[in-house]
C-alpha cells in the first residue's frame, strides 16, 4: 500500500471516527475541568474583591480574552484530528483573542489612568501567572492529548501545540478568576508568554503521543 491509499485509507475511516473524536475530546476536558479548578480554588483560591471586580470591564474583558483563544483552538483542534488536515485556512481564527486584546488596549488607553504603562504591564503577579497557568492546564492538556488520540492527525507536533492553546485557554480563564492584575496589557503580555509555554509543551508530548 503506497503512502496515498494509505492516507486515503486513514482519512475515510477517521471521517466515520470524527463525531467520537469530538464527543470524546469534549468529555474529556469535561472531566479534566474540575481537576484545574480544584487545584485553582485549594492552591490559589478566588481574588477576594471578585463582586467589585466583576463590575470593572477590563477585569470581565479577561475571560473574554481566554474563551476567544479556547474556543478557536478547539475547533482547530478537531479539524486538525483528521489526517489529511492543515493548519492552512484555519489559523485565522487564532487571531480572535488579539483582535479582543487590541481592543481593549485601545480603550484602556483612552481611559485616565493612575499607574503608568509600565506598571500596568508589569503588575503584581506576573511570575506568578506565567507558572500558575501552566500548572493549572496540566489535566486539561492530558485531557486534550487523550481526546485527539481518537483521530489521526498527520501534524502530531502541531495538533499537540494547539491542544496546547485550548488547555492554556481553559486555564487562563480559571486563572483569571484569581488575577488581580486587570489591564489588557498584562493580559497581552504574560498570559500570551504563559500560553506559549503551554503550547510548546503540548507540541513535544503530541509529537509522540499523537504519532500513527
Same mark, same amino acid.
Given at each position: 500500500?503506497?503512502?496515498?491509499?494509505?492516507?486515503?485509507?486513514?482519512?475515510?475511516?477517521?471521517?466515520?471516527?470524527?463525531?467520537?473524536? +469530538?464527543?470524546?475530546?469534549?468529555?474529556?476536558?469535561? !472531566?479534566?475541568?474540575?481537576?484545574?479548578?480544584?487545584?485553582?480554588?485549594?492552591? =490559589?483560591?478566588?481574588?477576594? &474583591?471578585?463582586?467589585?471586580?466583576?463590575?470593572?470591564?477590563?477585569?470581565?474583558?479577561?475571560?473574554?480574552?481566554?474563551?476567544?483563544?479556547?474556543?478557536?483552538?478547539?475547533?482547530?483542534?478537531?479539524?486538525?484530528?483528521?489526517?489529511? !488536515?492543515?493548519?492552512? +485556512?484555519?489559523?485565522? =481564527?487564532?487571531?480572535?483573542?488579539? %483582535?479582543?486584546?487590541?481592543?481593549?488596549?485601545?480603550?484602556?488607553?483612552?481611559?485616565?489612568?493612575?499607574?503608568?504603562?509600565?506598571?500596568? %504591564?508589569?503588575?503584581?503577579?506576573?511570575?506568578?501567572?506565567?507558572?500558575?497557568?501552566?500548572?493549572?492546564? =496540566?489535566?486539561?492538556?492530558? /485531557?486534550?492529548?487523550?481526546?485527539?488520540?481518537?483521530?489521526?492527525?498527520?501534524?502530531? /507536533? %502541531? /495538533?499537540?501545540?494547539?491542544?496546547?492553546?485550548?488547555?492554556?485557554?481553559?486555564?487562563?480563564?480559571?486563572? !483569571?478568576?484569581?488575577?488581580? &492584575? &486587570?489591564?489588557? %496589557?498584562?493580559?497581552?503580555?504574560?498570559?500570551?508568554?504563559?500560553?506559549?509555554?503551554?503550547?510548546?509543551? +503540548?507540541?513535544?508530548?503530541?509529537?509522540?503521543?499523537?504519532?500513527?
Amino acid at each position: 500500500m503506497d503512502t496515498d491509499q494509505l492516507i486515503r485509507s486513514l482519512a475515510a475511516d477517521n471521517a466515520q471516527r470524527a463525531q467520537p473524536v +469530538g464527543i470524546v475530546l469534549a468529555l474529556a476536558l469535561m !472531566a479534566a475541568t474540575p481537576v484545574s479548578t480544584a487545584m485553582l480554588l485549594i492552591g =490559589l483560591g478566588i481574588r477576594p &474583591d471578585i463582586w467589585l471586580a466583576v463590575r470593572n470591564p477590563f477585569f470581565d474583558l479577561k475571560f473574554v480574552v481566554t474563551t476567544a483563544l479556547a474556543i478557536p483552538a478547539l475547533i482547530i483542534s478537531l479539524h486538525l484530528s483528521r489526517p489529511e !488536515a492543515s493548519l492552512h +485556512g484555519w489559523s485565522w =481564527l487564532l487571531i480572535a483573542p488579539v %483582535l479582543v486584546l487590541v481592543g481593549g488596549i485601545v480603550a484602556e488607553m483612552m481611559v485616565p489612568q493612575r499607574a503608568p504603562m509600565m506598571a500596568r %504591564l508589569v503588575g503584581h503577579n506576573s511570575m506568578l501567572c506565567v507558572s500558575a497557568i501552566p500548572v493549572l492546564s =496540566l489535566p486539561l492538556l492530558a /485531557a486534550a492529548l487523550f481526546g485527539l488520540r481518537h483521530g489521526a492527525p498527520s501534524r502530531p /507536533a %502541531l /495538533a499537540g501545540a494547539i491542544a496546547g492553546l485550548v488547555s492554556a485557554g481553559l486555564a487562563a480563564t480559571l486563572y !483569571a478568576a484569581h488575577c488581580t &492584575d &486587570d489591564s489588557p %496589557l498584562f493580559v497581552a503580555t504574560w498570559y500570551t508568554i504563559a500560553a506559549l509555554v503551554v503550547a510548546g509543551l +503540548g507540541a513535544g508530548i503530541g509529537a509522540r503521543v499523537l504519532r500513527y
